[in-house]
């Protein structure tokens, strides 16, 4: 599993584009699969019906990291309509 410092929320702010979103990744232990929520700061985002293995979930925080995002929560933080309690159970806390 991905080590869950690298799990949680990322925002990405570049005003001379009107560019403000965030991407959030989480891990599904019952799958045992990472999950993605994303879309423009102050709303839901969208859940994709895709799913990533380690691999591509890596792979995928570090283009994130690549393009300018930051991370500014950890797993704890409510995104949208999930809780912390949620995101705890699905980190193994």
Same mark, same amino acid.
């Given at each position: ?14 005003? &001379?584009? $009107?560019?403000? =979103?965030?991407?959030?990744? @989480? ?6 699969? /990472?999950?993605?929520?994303? *879309? ?10 895709? &799913?990533? $293995?380690?691999? =591509?979930?890596?792979?995928? @925080? ?6 300018? /995002?930051?991370?500014?929560? *950890? ?19």
């Amino acid at each position: 599993m991905i080590n869950k410092e690298y799990l949680g929320r990322y925002e990405f702010t570049d005003w &001379s584009v $009107n560019s403000n =979103k965030f991407w959030h990744i @989480i891990y599904d232990l019952n799958t045992s699969t /990472y999950l993605v929520t994303f *879309g423009r700061k102050g709303t839901r985002g969208q859940n994709p019906l895709n &799913s990533y $293995n380690e691999k =591509k979930a890596f792979s995928k @925080i570090k283009e994130k990291i690549r393009k300018g /995002y930051k991370k500014v929560g *950890g797993y704890d933080e409510i995104i949208g309509r999930q809780s912390i309690d949620f995101i705890k159970k699905f980190c193994g806390e």
